[in-house]
Every structure is written in structure tokens, then in C-alpha cells.
């Protein structure tokens, strides 16, 4: 303990005082940040509700938190990966019902009136039937399908390529707007899709489920597949399709669900 | 005479202490995921022993119906924990603290010794230095299992992206599992943590907040001694 005598020399700490103050300092700075981090932590537990919109159901910080970890994570997107596929051999007989909004409560759902209205314009739309749809090269997939809840199972569904699709009805120039919303006929049931995820290789309008028609309770005649995201977003019974370059409505994120939701 | 010895660095100890909250986060929004489809317990020959996990568990902690304010909270506080433990992990290895911490050849022998002992059957301890044979095993291998979480966590977060790593943990369903056997691997070793800190007592608990221990000075002639042993072989 050499010290250049300016002042007064300071008699050199003793063990003892020196156990203490090293003591005082580190609790003292233990418990103000323990004390901060209960402060924080109950600050979030309290913090208001996001306002109701696009996106409801969440907390403000949480709510931010999501989307920005959703922009951090759109980083490792690519078409170059893909979701595995299986044999159709190992596809579920009896696939999953895991919900029927949009559809159960739509008792005067008449398939032969259905078109799929493509929202173009302010006023404009295209109608398009399904036998048209049809006869555009088929995709087959059999992949693992994954719920937000936990479970999945391996189905197999058959359809048009939702990149074909937008390329054959000339739709190119609209799907590069950052999102595509679809709705269910009735607008009970709505979903948002970022770009990448649309154009992406996997994703099909799908009319076929183990090579058959697609039954009602699984969105007949036509529904979105979309492998790179959780079943909420696998809308059934497509009725409108819309672009836009903000986030469409979507019927889970307002409920306090990721908007993205991607796998 | 008391003498100071210094034991944990300031990030170890701060890592230690951010970890923990992080952690219980983790574990109390991770339950109201699970919660959605609580399909894991243990059977043998068709009879469940364990069902993860029973109602009153549920009713008890408030559990039921959360998934998405679960999501939202397991989807910020990941990233706690995972900043959190790389910090611990490239401060162990840049400050060469690893050597006192990963188990050497002699370690899954010692560790042994180490439960007799603290079990009370054996009187003796094998020497040691900062960690004896069992921690070195129990905080190598929590290191590991968060290593894990992280991994298996990612694999079925974004199983399309990170397909590799879905791949490597043997698929959805085993990562899937490993995540959930690691959460419960994590309360296992908190009591047992507790328990033994409670045991070892304040000047032991005390150092993971300030950093250093109070040893008479007869034991530190006695423990200078002992790490030349430990460093012999």
C-alpha cells in the first residue's frame, strides 16, 4: 500500500474493514439491481394492452418484442429451404379438424356459386372458378403439418402452386407488394402473408387432400397451404384475395398471437 | 487471521444472477405453451405413471389457456437467456476460467467421493481447487443443457429454416422432447443447487455476490498445500 503522501496518509484498511465495505458494496449493488429487475419485471406484467387493430390481444412490449424478433428471424428466410416431404404412404388417413371458423357458421355455403374474387383494384376484380384453377399444373406435397399448439401430422395435400397461380393470372406486378390477405366468404376467418412466404415454392391453393376433392370441414373447394408457417395461418375456403403493402387483418394476430407465425 | 480470497469473477457472478430470473421466465411461459398440447408422461406397458402434468398442477399455477401470452413472454426472455449464457461462455473461455470447470479425466471418479461425502458416509473429500470433482460435472453439464435449449428450442421454433438443426436433434418430436426433458432437468438441479448452497452456507453464498471468500489463514497454508496436490497429476 504505497501511496504518494499528498494529505493526510490513510491508515491502510484492516481486513475487517475492508470485508465490510466490499460486502456493502456488492450487496448494495446485488439488491438495487435485484430491486430494478422486480421493478422491470412487474412494470411488463402491468403494462397497457396494445390498441386493438391489426395486431390486439398483446402487450405493448410484447407486441414489440414479437415483431421485431420477427424481422431478425425474416433474415434467415429463404425458398432454398424447405419443408421436409415424406412418402404418401405415411400421410394421416384421418386428418385433423383442429377448427372451423369461417366455415361452420357459414350454413348457405353453396360450392357451385364459389369463385375466388383476386381484389386487382380499387373497384376491380378477377373471378376465377375452380375448374379453371384445375387445369393448372398440379403440386402434390406430403408434409409435417405443425399446429401452434404443439401438435402436427403429416398430411398430403395436392394443388396449384400459389407462384403459378399469381403467374398465370398475370397477378406478378400485385404480389410484389409486401402482403397478400385472404378471407374466408363469409369474412369471419382472415389471414396475413408476407411476400416471401406466398412466392414461396411449397405454398399451394389447395383443392385436393389425399387425392380426393377436399371435404368441407378442410376448406372445399379450394384452401391455403402454406408449409413455412403454423396451421393458423393454413386458411380454409379461400373467398377473397387481396394485396397490399401494410399488414392485412388477420383473425389470430388480433388475438395475441405473432403476426408472423413463420416456421 | 482472516485473509480475503478472491473465488468468482464479476461476470460470473453477474451471469449467474441474470440467468436465474431469465430462466424461471422461461420455465413459467414455456409451461403455458406446453399447456396447449400437454402430451408428454410416462407409461411402461400401456399404464401411465406420470401424466405431465396433472390438473391441479395447472389450476395451481394458473396455467390453462395461455398459449399466446406464453409465446409473446418465452419469445423476448429467449433472448435474455441466450445473450446471458454466451456472455458466460466466451468469458470462460477468454479468461481460461474453463480449466477450473470442465471435467478432467480423473473427475467422474473424484465426483463419486464427493457424493459419499456428502452424504455423510465418507469423512475425507478429494482434494480440490475452485470446484470439486461434482461441480465440475453438474455446472460443465447445466452449461451444456442450456447449449441445448437453445438448440433444440431453435429446431422446433423455426424447424423450416434451421431444417439442420431440426435434423439434428433427430426431428420435431425428439426436439420437441429434449426441450421438455432439459426444462425439467433445470428444476431438478435447482433443488438440489439450493439444497447444497444452503448446506455449504453464507461465506460460500455470499462469494457469488461479492465475489470473495473469508478464510483463516492456518486453512490457507493448509489449501496451498492441497492445490500443489491437485496440480501434481
Known sequence: ?263 | MKEIKEKHAFLMRWTHWVNFPALAIMIWSGMFIYWANDAYGISIFGITYIKFFPEWFYNYFHIPQRLAEGMAYHFLFMWFFFINGLVYIVYTIVSGAWRELIPQKNTFKEAWLVLLHDLHIKKTIPPQKKYNAAQRIAYTAIILMGFGSIITGLAIYKPVQFYWLCWLCGGYHFARIIHFALTIGYVFFFVIHILQVALAGWNNFRSVVSGFEVIENKEKVKEEKLSEHGTAD
Open chain 1, 1 to 263: 500500500m504505497e501511496q504518494p503522501t499528498k494529505k493526510k496518509v490513510k491508515a491502510p484498511l484492516s481486513i475487517e474493514q475492508k470485508i465490510k465495505r466490499r460486502n456493502l458494496i456488492s450487496f448494495g449493488v446485488f439488491f438495487t439491481f435485484g430491486g430494478g429487475a422486480v421493478a422491470g419485471w412487474r412494470w411488463l406484467l402491468h403494462s397497457p394492452e396494445e390498441t386493438a387493430g391489426i395486431t390486439g390481444g398483446s402487450k405493448q412490449p410484447l407486441r414489440r418484442a414479437l415483431n421485431k424478433t420477427e424481422l431478425f428471424f425474416r433474415n434467415f428466410f429463404s425458398n432454398n429451404h424447405l419443408v421436409k416431404t415424406y412418402d404418401k404412404e405415411r400421410a394421416a388417413k384421418t386428418v385433423r379438424i383442429n377448427s372451423l371458423i369461417g366455415i361452420e357458421d357459414d350454413k348457405d355455403f353453396d360450392e357451385k356459386n364459389w369463385k375466388l374474387e383476386v381484389r386487382t383494384g380499387a373497384t376491380d376484380s378477377l373471378h376465377i372458378g375452380i375448374e379453371e384453377i384445375k387445369s393448372l399444373p398440379k403440386t402434390e406435397i406430403v408434409f409435417d403439418f405443425k399446429c401452434v399448439e404443439g401438435w402436427d401430422q403429416i398430411q398430403h395435400w395436392g394443388g396449384v402452386k400459389l407462384s403459378d397461380f399469381l403467374s398465370h393470372f398475370k397477378l406478378d406486378k400485385l404480389s410484389e407488394k409486401n402482403y397478400m390477405g385472404l378471407e374466408t366468404p363469409n369474412g369471419e376467418y382472415y389471414v396475413g402473408l408476407e411476400r416471401e412466404s406466398v412466392l414461396h415454392p411449397q405454398t399451394i391453393l389447395a383443392y385436393e387432400m389425399n387425392g380426393e376433392q377436399i371435404t368441407n370441414d378442410h376448406g372445399a373447394p379450394l384452401r391455403l397451404i402454406i408449409p413455412v408457417k403454423y396451421g393458423i395461418k393454413n386458411l380454409k375456403r379461400i373467398g377473397l384475395m387481396s394485396f397490399s403493402d401494410q399488414r392485412p387483418k388477420d383473425y389470430w394476430a388480433e388475438q395475441g398471437y405473432d403476426y408472423y407465425s413463420g416456421l
